[in-house]
């Protein structure tokens, strides 16, 4: 067996302790802000069938064509795939749980995500998304809060430098329409299109006009575009979405060229994004979704919903300056010999009992090299413990940041310690 040293999988990050502070304070704030709106927690398993995601973001998307990672269950056969986003695993878990038909869900849900993807700055193999998913709501109002709750909370984290891009993809009809006069654009100037985009022609033409190739950008500036499809209903849908921005002051600019690269979507979609992170610059996307609830094998059902990139959230709020203080003890415990040793992780315990963040020293040592690790550990109070206190019942009680060693009662030690700290 080699023993050379084992590295994590490419593009899957340790997060380690000093970032995640970041994490758990920003997971406390998404909590909080979640709440505020009314939407409710739900856990879904890392691993579905692959045909979900294949039905749910379509065939022919760069995620489902090359990014999954999808497996065979070598024990009885099942083809698996570890998620790549939440929102289909979501519709068939309130389908399964049949949550859907007697009230409409608020949702919202956190975790990893797994895309084989190329590793870049902000663009990860495992990934964290926080998502949000609102089904059985029709009205442009849903989708405009869920516009406003992102907003309130790029202000709550103190992001600066945040842009709303807005586009709407109309309903089922106009975007075959759409459709077919793509497919018979391109056919007619077969000879310009590049590999990528020839593979496509039939099976997705929508994608080709997401093409990067600077010899395509003229043919794709030309092409038939889906806003002289739209019905009057969707465009009704997506004004209103858009007065009730201006109405609370979110600014947002028009793209004709958002479409998504996941296949779900229909009317209203957005993505907030940042100049701030070089070319991974979207930190959270989303839209409208009728049609997915009656694709994954339910009844109609409309929906809507957006995840945000955990990762670049945080990357920005590191960007932007955020330092957060290391969380605090309380209480560092020092003993030496044994008999002071029990009456220490007792007294650790007490301590505990009333709340206080406590540090029992482990590993022995001589009190002054255990003082030393007091210190440094910023506890406010040292609590000393050798076998003369330990034979009295008692512990010596000492500010760290100046004043008076105290000797106390074991029993009234906790309220001493308090004292102490406050
Ligand atoms: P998405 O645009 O594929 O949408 O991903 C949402 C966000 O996840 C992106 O804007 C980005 O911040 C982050 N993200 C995506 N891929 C990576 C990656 N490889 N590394 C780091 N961050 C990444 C969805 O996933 C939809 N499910 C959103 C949605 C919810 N639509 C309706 N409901």
Redesign the pocket.
């Known amino acids: 067996m080699s023993n050379e040293t084992l590295q994590a999988v490419r593009g899957m990050n340790d997060i380690l302790p000093d970032e995640a502070e970041l994490w758990l304070w920003f997971e406390e704030e998404v909590r909080d802000w979640l709440h505020s709106y009314g939407y409710r927690n739900i856990r879904m398993p890392l691993v579905e069938p692959t045909a979900l995601f294949k039905r749910a973001i379509g065939e022919v998307t760069d995620?489902v064509e090359k990014e999954m990672y999808s497996f065979e269950d070598a024990l009885n056969g099942d083809h698996l795939t570890l998620r790549?986003?939440?929102?289909?695993s979501c519709a068939r878990a309130v389908l399964q749980h049949n949550l859907l038909y007697n009230a409409p869900q608020r949702l919202y849900y956190s975790g990893p995500?797994f895309?084989h993807?190329r590793p870049q700055k902000?663009?990860?193999?495992q990934?964290?998304?926080v998502?949000?998913?609102a089904l059985g709501f029709a009205g442009p109002d849903i989708d405009a809060e869920q516009i406003l709750m992102c907003a309130r909370l790029w202000s709550k984290l103190g992001l600066r430098d945040v842009t709303l891009q807005l586009n709407t993809l109309g309903d089922t009809a106009s975007r075959h329409r759409h459709r077919a006069k793509l497919i018979s654009y391109f056919e007619q100037h077969r000879d310009m299109l590049d590999a990528d985009a020839t593979r496509r022609l039939h099976s997705n033409p929508l994608r080709i006009l997401d093409s990067k190739n600077p010899a395509m950008q003229e043919l794709i500036a030309a092409a038939p575009r889906l806003a002289d499809e739209l019905e009057e209903d969707a465009l009704r849908h997506f004004d209103e979405v858009q007065a009730m921005l201006r109405r609370h002051d979110v600014a947002f600019e028009i793209n004709p060229s958002l479409v998504?690269?996941?296949d779900?979507?229909n009317r209203t979609v957005f993505?907030?994004v940042t100049a701030s992170l070089g070319a991974?610059g979207?930190?959270?996307?989303?839209?409208r979704?009728d049609g997915l609830v009656e694709q994954v094998g339910g009844k109609p059902a409309p929906a809507?919903?957006?995840?945000?990139?955990v990762?670049?959230?945080l990357a920005l709020l590191q960007e932007d300056g955020m330092v957060l203080p290391k969380p605090e003890v309380d209480v560092y415990v020092v003993h030496q010999g044994e008999l002071a040793g029990q009456l220490a992780s007792k007294v650790a315990e007490q301590l505990r009992d009333d709340r206080l963040r406590v540090l029992l020293h482990c590993g022995g040592g001589s009190f002054k090299s255990q003082m030393k690790k007091a210190d440094a550990s910023g506890a406010s109070v040292a609590v000393v413990i050798g076998d003369d206190e330990a034979q009295a019942n008692e512990a010596s009680v000492k500010p760290m940041q100046g004043g008076d060693q105290v000797r106390v009662s074991v029993q009234t030690l906790v309220a001493t310690v308090n004292k102490l700290i406050k």
Do not use: K, S
């Open positions: 995620i790549p986003e939440g929102t289909a995500m895309r993807e902000g663009r990860y193999r990934f964290h998304q998502g949000v998913e998504r690269g996941l779900y979507y993505e907030w991974q979207t930190i959270c996307a989303g839209g979704y809507t919903g957006f995840a945000m990139g990762e670049r959230l």
